[in-house]
């Protein structure tokens, strides 16, 4: 486990947790031991967050309490880190850096986080209390009120809760519990129907026919309890629905933000609307039929346990096994139909899109009668495969339910004959019958929707996929654990992972300065290959090299060399197609894509970069948290000036709250480049390369913008033409 706190942290903290507190330096290492005490087998993405002041004072709020197991950044200045392995009542269990889990009071984490808000205010709100004579218990109160209302918006604490590696969707299924919703649900149906037979029972007894009122008072309460079980049927299978389809939005959007991008640039805007209209066809469609499928499954089987206690119950039971499988080949060609059209519709709506977004092009390239011609064409054999499919999906749902009530009944009516014919065997079988053909009809009924969200389903399967995708983990490697990165890292020197200890002026005595610590490449590739998908020739093989901390290393080469794709893989935006690529002697399928990009960045080239449609400070700190702390907007504004963009500033209206982008300020190539320069520089990287970012820059602002990327850039790799 990790080694013991050594040396100083930076700025003052509290007593009671002072031994829980990380050096920033040691944050995968903390993160590993953290995901290890809280039971995490294997790390996924990782979900940010904050803490204001109102959700720490005067006491830890619910929301507070939820983010764990989580790294918490403490402290104003440099800060630390605070492991969070779990909120209990009035105590949190922490990490401190030994490795054991302590247990300390809510209160003194509470403390913590305020302290550094609270000091501007403290003395000014004391002083207000004590005017107003409030003293005591109700001093207190009103102190804590006034802190709250002066610093409610103040952001003290920002974090990342871990979560664990996604596993397949059904196990985010039954971690969701929809398993016990769908099981209580169909309880909810059978309790309906054991009522049904009560209910129907108790009118037909002599005793409600001769007046008796207990049994008119058991039909009341039989009618009263029926109605209750209806409701809470319905409760739990709309929030079935509910979580079923929290699970499919929460994977969508994690694999949307895993897609890899490459396959994307092939893909029109067509096909991209396609698999958003394939998600709501998977959450709606398969929600709601799948429920009436389980629904008619389980009268299905009712059905024929019926039937099995009737009269000759051995043909009935043989015609219905034939009688489905009839309905199985039916339905199979529905699918088959239903495919065919869902196809043709996937290509006309990826064609009318690509047209409505050309359509300049094509009225200046076409003549008139030529237009909408290849249209005509598509709609047609589209029309035709949904009147294919409208007759096949007739035939099932028509055909299966009523054919098996008319072959069933013509099977029992010889039975009527029989001089030994019991009355409630007939009834019996005839019962089943009526009971099989209603779970046929809605089987049936749903069977169109769920083969519709199947072909959804297989549109969209790699947004659905675990964290284990290849496409992300690549190299043929297994996910790592969450003790890889702890075990693969080499241990620290003794002095490292220490942030700079204070100076001598504040009143603490300044130790020793050590030796340099020679920690090894921070970035390292051996034999490292690339090939995009579909291609035969590698862009990149046998590539080798090393970037120290403190390197400024110029990349030149000629266009299609592999300069960006290199720079790509070195910020991991890229999977290697073979070689080894290491970070701070950490693999990169050890250390996991997103801590990866956390700690090494790039500023891509123009078709690759873009400006939001927002203020021109969000685009700045797009690397940072949002809402942005005072100290990070003047940070923004001062790098602007450095880098020549204080006219900008002058001009804009509104200064860096000026809306940019498409639907504002149009900026030019060269103030796009220096934005693109300024939100690389203003992300706590440990390295960064800027490609192709200073191509639009005259002379001039060329030599300003370099000389403050190289004054706040420590290890920096920059992409250039010879």
Not at 52 to 74: I, K, Q
Not at 236 to 246: M, P, S
Not at 274 to 281: K, S, T
Request: proline content about 6%; aromatic content about 4%; glycine content about 12%.
């Amino acid at each position: 486990m990790s080694a013991p706190l050594q040396g100083h942290l930076p700025g003052p903290f509290p007593g009671p947790l002072d031994d829980c507190l990380w050096p920033l330096d040691r944050r995968d290492e903390l993160t590993a031991a953290l995901a290890s005490a809280a039971g995490i087998g294997r790390l996924g993405p990782s979900e940010r967050f904050e803490l204001g002041y109102a959700d720490v004072a005067p006491a830890l709020t619910p929301r507070a309490r939820a983010e764990a197991p989580a790294v918490l950044r403490v402290g104003s200045g440099t800060g630390a880190l605070l492991g969070i392995v779990s909120h209990a009542a009035n105590e949190v269990r922490l990490l401190a850096p030994g490795g054991a889990t302590v247990v300390r009071q809510s209160a003194a984490l509470s403390a913590l986080l305020r302290a550094p808000a609270e000091t501007s205010w403290q003395s000014g709100v004391e002083a207000a209390v004590a005017r107003a004579g409030f003293i005591g218990e109700r001093g207190g109160a009103v102190r804590s009120a006034l802190l709250v209302a002066a610093l409610g918006g103040e952001r003290v604490a920002e974090g990342a809760r871990l979560r664990p590696a996604l596993g397949s969707i059904g196990a985010a299924l039954r971690a969701a519990g929809v398993g016990r919703r769908l099981a209580a649900a169909l309880g909810g149906y059978v309790g309906q129907l054991a009522l049904f037979v009560a209910l129907w029972g108790t009118v037909g007894a002599r005793a409600v026919a001769a007046g008796d009122l207990g049994a008119g008072w058991s039909w009341i309460a039989l009618v009263a309890l029926l109605a209750a079980v209806r409701l809470a049927s319905s409760f739990v299978a709309g929030r079935l629905a509910i979580d079923a389809g929290a699970v499919l939005r929460d994977r969508v959007l994690h694999g949307l933000l895993r897609l890899d991008t490459e396959p994307l640039r092939a893909a029109g805007i067509g096909q991209l609307m396609g698999r958003v209209a394939d998600v709501e066809a998977v959450e709606s469609l398969a929600l709601g039929g799948g429920l009436t499928a389980a629904v008619g499954a389980f009268e299905l089987v009712t059905g024929l346990c019926v039937i099995a206690l009737g009269v000759a119950p051995g043909g009935q039971l043989a015609f219905a096994a034939l009688w489905c499988a009839i309905g199985v080949a039916l339905a199979v060609r529905v699918q088959r139909r239903l495919a065919s059209w869902s196809s043709a519709r996937l290509a006309l709506t990826h064609d009318l899109v690509e047209r409505m977004v050309g359509q300049r092009t094509l009225v200046a390239q076409q003549p008139p009668e030529l237009w909408h011609r290849d249209e005509d064409r598509a709609l047609a054999a589209y029309a035709a495969r949904g009147r294919a499919l409208d007759r096949a999906a007739a035939v099932l749902t028509v055909v299966v339910p009523r054919g098996f009530v008319i072959g069933a009944v013509v099977l029992l009516a010889p039975q009527l004959a029989q001089a030994a014919l019991r009355p409630g065997a007939f009834a019996a079988s005839l019962g089943g019958i009526l009971f099989v053909a209603s779970a046929l009809r809605k089987l049936a009924q749903a069977f169109p929707a769920l083969g519709t969200a199947a072909i959804a389903w297989s549109n969209i399967g790699e947004l659905l996929a675990g964290d284990e995708d290849p496409a992300r983990a690549p190299l043929g490697g297994a996910p790592p654990t969450a003790s890889d990165a702890a075990l693969a890292r080499p241990p620290p020197a003794a002095s490292e992972g220490l942030s700079t200890p204070p100076a001598a002026s504040e009143g603490l005595s300044t130790p020793p300065a050590a030796a340099p610590v020679d920690r090894g490449p921070l970035l390292a590739a051996r034999d490292l290959g690339f090939r995009y998908p579909g291609r035969t020739d590698a862009v990149l093989e046998h590539c080798a090299l090393e970037i120290r901390r403190g390197d400024r290393v110029l990349l030149e080469g000629p266009s299609g060399g592999g300069k960006s794709t290199l720079a790509a893989l070195l910020c991991g935006l890229r999977a290697p197609s073979s070689g080894s690529l290491r970070l701070d002697g950490v693999e990169r399928t050890v250390l996991g894509g997103e801590r990866w990009r956390a700690r090494v960045g790039a500023a891509p080239q123009f078709h690759e970069n873009h400006v939001f449609s927002a203020s021109l400070l969000f685009n700045l700190l797009l690397g940072r948290a949002w809402p942005p702390r005072r100290e990070d907007v003047l940070e923004a504004e001062a790098l602007c000036r450095e880098l020549d963009l204080g006219p900008l500033l002058a001009r804009m209206p509104s200064g860096l709250e000026q809306l940019v982008g498409e639907s504002g300020w149009q900026l030019s190539h060269g103030e796009r480049g220096r934005l693109y320069i300024a939100r690389s520089l203003l992300q706590p990287l440990e390295a960064r390369i800027l490609d192709e970012s200073f191509a639009a820059l005259d002379p001039e602002t060329l030599e300003h913008a370099l000389g403050c990327v190289l004054r706040r850039a420590d290890t920096l790799v920059v992409i250039a033409h010879p």
